[in-house]
């Protein structure tokens, strides 16, 4: 089942449990109500919410991932289930002992697509793009070349201009693509742990502060859907850049987790399709089938009646 995920944006939201509802109060609004079990992914981008404690309590128990925001409307935090899987355990095991060459072949496989998808992203917008193609097919295990950030150093002028620069302390374009990373490592994230893996365990993100590692790692070629959501808003909104405080602008971000793309041999819903790519990385890492199922090209344009319920945004 596709999951929503809600924003609460409204200023003085309250929310409680009843009855196994999300109980929505805002002020000047009828009171509102939404299936616990339908909530994939939660912001909270107001900084004058309050909740009861069952909310986290019944959320998490149902599997989904809480994301709050700072005042700058920039995701801060999230919480997540620890309890999601009936063999964790077994999986945790088998995770700590995956050998390191199954780990650097991961990580050649993420590399590569990530570079696939930059290309992709830079061809849609007739870009140089033939240089990135060439770049993913030299990938070797593990990326001892770091192909990855010489992708990049041509990647993001080209996407953006001869003067931009990918800094996560700056505004504009950077704070978009900051917006749109951080949603979907937190999707990402439930993923990972609806596998039954250690999120903090990575395959090469590895960092003693980064409790979502694995997270990260498997985030890579999932970023250029932001970078061309992005890219689209700035073509779209004549000379200056869209703001995250403005909420049409996040509503477009949220809305890349309902396109269709296509993962593996399958079209589905990118929330969907993370749990697919996390499933296939828990394979590989717990000693099964090391083929990881990862994106590839932009979300498909379907017919009306073949697209994914819209998600609610409050």
């Not at 200023?11 to 805002?26: C, D, E, K, M, N």
């Not at 969907?272 to 717990?286: G, I, Q």
Request: hydrophobic letters at 45%; a positive charge; one cysteine or more.
């Amino acid at each position: 089942m596709l999951r929503k995920t809600i924003e609460f944006s409204t200023p003085g939201t309250r929310l409680s449990v009843a009855h196994r509802q999300l109980v929505i109060q805002r002020p000047d609004l009828p009171k509102a109500t939404l299936p616990i079990e339908d909530l994939g992914v939660v912001i909270v981008d107001d900084v004058r919410a309050t909740y009861t404690q069952a909310v986290f309590l019944e959320l998490l128990a149902a599997g989904a991932t809480v994301l709050v925001t700072g005042r700058d409307h920039l995701p801060i935090g999230m919480m997540l289930p620890l309890d999601a899987h009936h063999v964790q355990a077994e999986r945790h095991r088998a995770q700590v002992l995956a050998s390191e060459p199954v780990r650097k072949q991961a990580w050649q496989a993420i590399v590569r697509a990530k570079i696939s998808q930059q290309a992709v992203v830079l061809a849609q917008f007739n870009e140089g793009h033939k240089r990135l193609v060439a770049m993913a097919r030299k990938v070797r295990s593990g990326d001892p070349d770091n192909l990855e950030a010489q992708a990049a150093q041509r990647y993001w002028p080209l996407l953006f201009g001869r003067g931009f620069h990918r800094d996560r302390e700056a505004e504009g374009v950077n704070a978009l693509l900051n917006y749109g990373y951080a949603v979907l490592r937190a999707a990402v994230a439930r993923a990972i742990v609806a596998t039954g893996l250690i999120p903090s365990l990575g395959v090469h993100h590895r960092h003693r502060n980064n409790p979502f590692c694995l997270a990260d790692d498997l985030l890579e070629p999932y970023r250029p859907y932001v970078d061309w959501r992005v890219r689209l808003l700035v073509d779209g909104n004549g000379a200056s850049v869209p703001r995250v405080a403005q909420r049409e602008t996040r509503a477009a971000l949220l809305s890349l987790l309902n396109e269709t793309i296509w993962v593996g041999q399958r079209r589905e819903p990118l929330l969907l399709a993370l749990h697919t790519s996390a499933a296939s990385l828990c394979r590989a890492l717990t000693g099964g089938d090391r083929t990881l199922s990862l994106p590839t090209g932009l979300p498909l344009q379907l017919d009306p009646l073949e697209q994914a319920e819209p998600r609610d945004g409050l």
